[in-house]
């Protein structure tokens, strides 16, 4: 049974680049959240789809934001990277009537 | 707002003894709870969870987890730590939405570290 899975896993960028995160939810999942998380910090909420549509968001800028396919994996995107961007990106796949989420290893984003 | 708070940055205990982690949470309603462990370089793996009924939790890897109303608390044990329980613990509150779906709030992190 596959877990979440997440690409790629390392990435630099430069400011005022863009970026595109790409995450597959465990296998009969049909939710996926991300989350950012800080150097020494516990992950912040940043969205969660599910039914193709963004439904919940966090205190996060409209630089960030996402898809979801009909296939239920997912994609984050950043516009305008900054500095203050560079942080590890986890993407957490749950069923919509679920309580429980399984996170995937992550991407970590360098911007330079 | 919901909230959880982790007031040990840092702990470190003798392979063999007891570990007791703690957290603390605000939450208007039932709370749902869940301890994450993170080792380097890695994702969050679920270790335990709290809904509703009993009130001490079993999770994997042989911890525990209780949960006390009275105190917002809802602290992290295990006996006897093993070496590789070395990593970053994580507590969090989940928030359930109308219509579906849910967030975690996550605590910043305690970062075990196991003397041999």
């Known amino acids: 049974d596959a877990g979440v899975t997440q690409s790629p896993t390392h990435l630099i960028k430069t400011r005022g680049q863009q970026v595109t995160l790409r995450c597959s939810p465990k296998s009969g999942h049909d939710t996926v959240s991300w989350y950012q998380q800080a150097l020494g910090q516990g992950p912040q909420f940043i969205f969660q789809?599910?039914?193709?549509?963004?439904?919940q968001r966090g205190n996060f800028p409209d630089r960030f934001s996402g898809h979801q396919f009909p296939n239920y994996s997912s994609e984050l995107n950043v516009n305008a990277l900054l500095l203050g961007d560079s942080a590890l990106y986890l993407c957490?796949?749950?069923?919509?009537?679920?309580?429980?989420?399984?996170f995937g290893p992550g991407t970590r984003l360098t911007v330079t | 707002a919901q909230s959880v708070t982790q007031p040990d940055i840092h702990i470190t205990v003798s392979e063999g003894a007891s570990l007791e982690l703690r957290c603390n949470y605000s939450?208007?309603?039932?709370?749902?709870l869940f301890w994450y462990v993170q080792s380097p370089g890695q994702g969050l793996q679920l270790l335990l969870k709290?809904?509703?009924?009993?009130?001490l939790v079993q999770g994997i890897k042989g911890f525990e987890a209780e949960f006390k109303r009275s105190q917002s608390s809802f602290n992290l044990r295990k006996p006897s730590v093993h070496w590789s329980d070395a990593a970053e613990y994580f507590c969090?509150?989940?928030?359930?939405?109308?219509?579906?779906?849910?967030?975690?709030?996550f605590g910043t992190g305690t970062q075990l570290k196991v003397e041999l």
């Open positions: 789809y599910y039914e193709e549509e963004e439904r």
């Open positions: 969090a509150v989940g928030l359930t939405f109308t219509g579906g779906g849910n967030k975690l709030t």
């Open positions: 957490a796949s749950s069923l919509r009537t679920g309580y429980e989420q399984y």
């Open positions: 939450y208007g309603a039932t709370p749902y």
């Open positions: 709290y809904f509703s009924g009993d009130t």
